[in-house]
């Protein structure tokens, strides 16, 4: 079974369509790339993932989206559980203006936890995994907004991984940041998918070339094709995806 | 010097020289009231009752009804009015109901204070027999200042960037939450601002206590919510206009007066500690 799945999948923002007919499998631990221009609907489908669109006034879904089998759009699904599983770092590296533990432990109080030892060993585990902790392991009471843009992006990484999420979604995760800072968060996903299945939109052929095991390439609310990373770039069956790899458009 | 520098210069000054020009009125007002009202200020006047037809003794039974008005007042008008903000910017979507609501409110920050004060008598003293009260007055004053905090803390939450709200959200925290835990804390020092206005308000607001607490002259203090108390801006309305002895009274008129803004600043500045302090414990 796939660790994720959509069927048939429509989306509607109000009366205009954004995702039509998109049916996809991701397997577990694997990176999967969405490539494609400018309002395709790259973001619109990750966040039907979490349901973080959900937050939207007037969308309307049709089809279905599933995680190990399970409808997520299901009547009695709880949504809050669903976010803790499906973790999602954002475009632009968003720390809440805490210090940089009360960051990372934001998930694990949420789900309650008290001990403050489990959850000191769990924001190590979380740091340690977005390859932050030996920066930041003796300025942990300071202010998260005083870490470089890498450094907050990972740590937001860190925040998403404290939860033990199964799937990570990243959207466009280094666009906003140096090419070094860039090269470690690839480097770090490429370390991530041994334990969590991640999705990654991004705007670089390269990037996607560089971490993704297959690459899903979206026209206009429409999945054109979705390949082996490998076969995207180097013998895409369409023109369309030809030519937006090869830079002719988009 | 060219003439696009000297423009600019004009314009510098001209913005200085204004601000300048607050700095000053507000100085020479605090001038004016500390030369006439310090020497009033002495151990007796601010422990004492006033005396010998109020141009002796002192004021303490007024400062005492202040602050019970002050407190009163934000008792009620503090929740409501916080409860209020976080609907209208947290729960309420854009459309009709929240326009008409804002609307609303904005008229209701512009209704003069003597009817707040006729109101107030109408409904908390005569209706309910509440009487001439604390209760009576602080709920009046209550509804004088909800509109100011109602919108501060509409503003504050809406200055909280959205961002966080999604961080929080897509962590699996529930809206509540990420109101309590997020979006509070990081609105709270500006929610202070409309705090640190309504007690100006209240502690300077004669109108509205007129007729729902005010007591004339009543040397002894308060027992219950249920008697009436004087206050300092009414006093000090009383001591310049119908005293009898006005010209014997200026001097306690003005320690009143002295001692009215100096709760007043100290308040605000109270308050601003406190917002500082939020401040720097949420920001870098
Ligand atoms: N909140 C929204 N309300 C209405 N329409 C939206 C909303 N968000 C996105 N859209 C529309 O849906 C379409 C897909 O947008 P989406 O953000 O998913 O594109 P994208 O592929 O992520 O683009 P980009 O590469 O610029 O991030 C666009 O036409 C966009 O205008
Ligand atoms: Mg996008």
Redesign the pocket.
């Known amino acids: 079974m796939s660790q994720l799945e959509t069927k048939n999948l429509n989306f509607y923002?109000g009366s205009s369509i954004?995702l039509k007919n998109i049916s996809m499998a991701m397997q577990k631990n694997s990176v999967t790339a969405f490539i494609?221009p400018?309002?395709?609907?790259?973001?619109?489908l990750l966040r039907l993932f979490n349901r973080m669109n959900d937050l939207?006034d007037g969308i309307k879904i049709e089809g279905e989206v599933l995680i190990e089998g399970n409808n997520i759009y299901a009547p009695k699904v709880n949504v809050e559980g669903l976010r803790k599983q499906v973790g999602m770092v954002f475009q632009k590296p968003n720390p809440f203006p805490k210090s940089i533990w009360e960051n990372v432990a934001f998930g694990l109080k949420v789900n309650g936890i008290k001990s403050t030892s489990e959850i000191n060993d769990r924001v190590e585990l979380a740091l340690k995994q977005s390859a932050l902790w030996d920066e930041v392991k003796s300025i942990l009471q300071r202010s998260a907004l005083q870490l470089s843009g890498g450094q907050q992006q990972r740590l937001c990484i860190a925040r998403a991984l404290a939860n033990e999420p199964s799937i990570l979604l990243m959207d466009e995760p280094a666009s906003a940041l140096d090419p070094i800072s860039t090269a470690k968060i690839e480097e770090l996903i490429y370390e991530l998918k041994e334990k969590f299945t991640i999705i990654i939109?991004t705007?670089s052929m390269q990037q996607a070339a560089r971490v993704s095991d297959r690459t899903a390439f979206?026209y206009m609310g429409e999945l054109v094709e979705y390949d082996e990373t490998k076969t995207i770039f180097t013998n895409p069956s369409k023109e369309r995806t030809t030519n937006y790899v090869t830079g002719r458009f988009g | 010097m060219n003439k696009k520098a000297l423009t600019q210069q004009i314009i510098f000054w001209t913005f200085r020289i204004m601000s300048i020009m607050v700095v000053i009125v507000l100085f020479a007002i605090l001038y004016f009231i500390t030369i006439r009202g310090a020497q009033a200020i002495s151990w007796d006047f601010l422990t004492k009752s006033p005396e010998e037809g109020m141009v002796k003794g002192g004021i303490f039974p007024a400062i005492i009804g202040t602050l019970y008005l002050i407190v009163g007042s934000l008792i009620f008008a503090f929740p409501i009015g916080v409860f209020s903000g976080i609907y209208l910017n947290e729960y309420l979507k854009d459309g009709k109901l929240k326009s008409f609501i804002q609307l609303m409110t904005n008229n209701l920050a512009g209704v003069p204070s003597i009817v707040f004060g006729l109101f107030g008598m109408a409904l908390f003293v005569n209706r309910l027999h509440f009487g001439d009260s604390i209760l009576a007055g602080s709920l009046t004053l209550g509804l004088l200042v909800l509109p100011i905090i109602i919108r501060t803390t509409e503003e504050s939450l809406k200055s909280v960037d959205d961002s966080y709200r999604l961080a929080s959200y897509a962590m699996g925290a529930t809206k509540l939450y990420t109101i309590k835990k997020v979006v509070l804390p990081l609105a709270f020092p500006n929610v202070i601002t409309g705090i640190i206005l309504s007690i100006g308000r209240v502690s300077g607001e004669t109108a509205a206590i007129l007729f729902t607490v005010a007591a004339y002259f009543l040397p002894k203090l308060p027992h219950s919510i249920f008697d009436q108390v004087m206050a300092l801006p009414y006093h000090l309305y009383v001591l310049t206009t119908s005293g009898t002895n006005i010209e014997a009274s200026r001097p306690v008129a003005y320690g009143t007066a002295f001692v009215l803004v100096f709760i007043v600043l100290v308040t605000n500045v109270i308050a601003n500690l406190i917002r500082n302090y939020f401040n720097k414990k949420y920001k870098a």
């Open positions: 923002y954004a494609g400018s309002g395709c609907g790259k973001s619109t939207i939109v705007h979206f």
